[in-house]
């Protein structure tokens, strides 16, 4: 799916995709549980909406670019620096951000709204383990 390389740790990774889908089903003593810590890192959010937006809306190199393409890839830009700056400005609004990248996946990814939940943990576990892998390779280099 994705070309991007996570940036995050992946027990960050693991956070922030934990608070989305715990905000998105409801759970309300998870996302509180949660909650604290994802406040104190508003880089967080932003950086999990990237690895989900980014992949689906920017140029592809597989593709000839139309004026369909650069819209698209325009409005990931728009999307992603509207949800940067809500964090930074307003620390208080995970929870909405959260909501916010639950909803781009219920649009794009999932098939039905009851898969939205499934979708993200398919995101969350594909990006887990590509931030792993970027870790045991960095790991790997300084043996």
């Not at 799916?1 to 996570?6: A, D, K, L």
């Not at 990931?76 to 620096?81: N, P, R």
């Not at 039905?112 to 970027?134: I, T």
Request: one cysteine or more.
């Amino acid at each position: 799916m994705s070309p991007i390389v996570p940036l995050l740790p992946p027990h960050l990774v693991q956070l922030g995709f934990d608070y989305v889908l715990a905000v998105e089903a409801g759970d309300d003593a998870t996302a509180a549980r949660l909650a604290p810590e994802v406040e104190q890192l508003p880089g967080l959010l932003p950086a999990i909406a990237e690895l989900i937006v980014f992949p689906v809306t920017a140029l592809s190199d597989n593709t000839d670019p139309c004026a369909d393409s650069f819209v698209l890839d325009e409005v990931g830009v728009i999307y992603l620096m509207a949800i940067r700056e809500w964090a930074t400005h307003t620390p208080a609004a995970a929870p909405g951000i959260a909501r916010t990248i639950a909803h781009f996946v219920s649009q794009v990814f999932a098939d039905a709204p009851k898969d939205v939940v499934q979708a993200l943990q398919a995101l969350r576990d594909e990006q887990v383990e590509r931030a792993r892998a970027v870790v045991e390779n960095v790991v790997a280099l300084h043996r």
